[in-house]
T-cell receptor, first 112, second 114 residues
């Protein structure tokens, strides 16, 4: 079945550091890929998405490129801020009548 | 404003009781979902519905029940058969069954068994 694997966390960075959060997937067919962010005590918000190979999703300084050859969708940001502290989830969706499959999430803490 | 509303935000239940979590959306979405979130385990799908009067079990449906009598509403009942119900519950919706569309989430309900 479909699955998403995220790197182990938590991750702690200093403000203005470079961020990479790894995400790889296993899926039948051609999935769409998503990154969601969850702030403390809240639901999930879509951060960005990519729906076909080589697409790059971007939002709020975050980027991720859909790499079919490596089945990856790594999240990057050039300079993190304290306000980026949250839990980040990678997810995929394939085919019709499909549900979102999530990774386990990773907690990012950014210190001033 | 369009969105998904979950209520209540916090819910306490005594052991042996059934409780119902509310989820309402005004986005005119066909598909609705219930996820359970536990620390370190990500989100696990409980039930989902692609259309009114139809729903399917997800990965962890045991001890839960749902109904979908209206397009806007997808309530989740946590029954006494659910052995470990304390968790954060998230409701989501999306446009139909197209794989390239994202899901929108409510703010969640935190259920605690006391």
């Amino acid at each position: 079945g479909d699955s998403v694997t995220q790197m182990e966390g938590p991750v702690t960075l200093s403000e203005e550091a470079f961020l990479t959060i790894n995400c790889t997937y296993t899926a039948t067919g051609y999935p769409s890929l998503f990154w969601y962010v969850q702030y403390p005590g809240e639901g999930l918000q879509l951060l960005l998405k990519a729906t076909k190979a080589d697409d790059k999703g971007s939002n709020k300084g975050f980027e991720a490129t859909y790499r079919k050859e490596t089945t990856s969708f790594h999240l990057e940001k050039g300079s993190v801020q304290v306000s980026d502290s949250a839990v980040y989830f990678c997810a995929l969706r394939t085919g019709a009548n499909s549900k979102l499959t999530f990774g386990k999430g990773i907690t990012l803490s950014v210190r001033p | 404003d369009g969105g998904i509303t979950q209520s209540p935000k916090y819910l306490f239940r005594k052991e042996g009781q059934n409780v119902t979590l509310s989820c309402e959306q005004n986005l005119n979405h066909d598909a609705m979902y219930w996820y359970r979130q536990d620390p370190g385990q990500g989100l696990r799908l409980i039930y989902y519905s692609q259309i009114v009067n139809d729903f399917q079990k997800g990965d962890i449906a045991e001890g839960y029940s749902v109904s979908r009598e209206k397009k806007e509403s997808f309530p989740l009942t946590v029954t006494s058969a659910q052995k470990n119900p304390t968790a954060f519950y998230l409701c989501a919706s999306s446009i139909g069954d197209r794989s390239n569309t994202e899901a929108f989430f409510g703010q969640g309900t935190r259920l605690t068994v006391v």
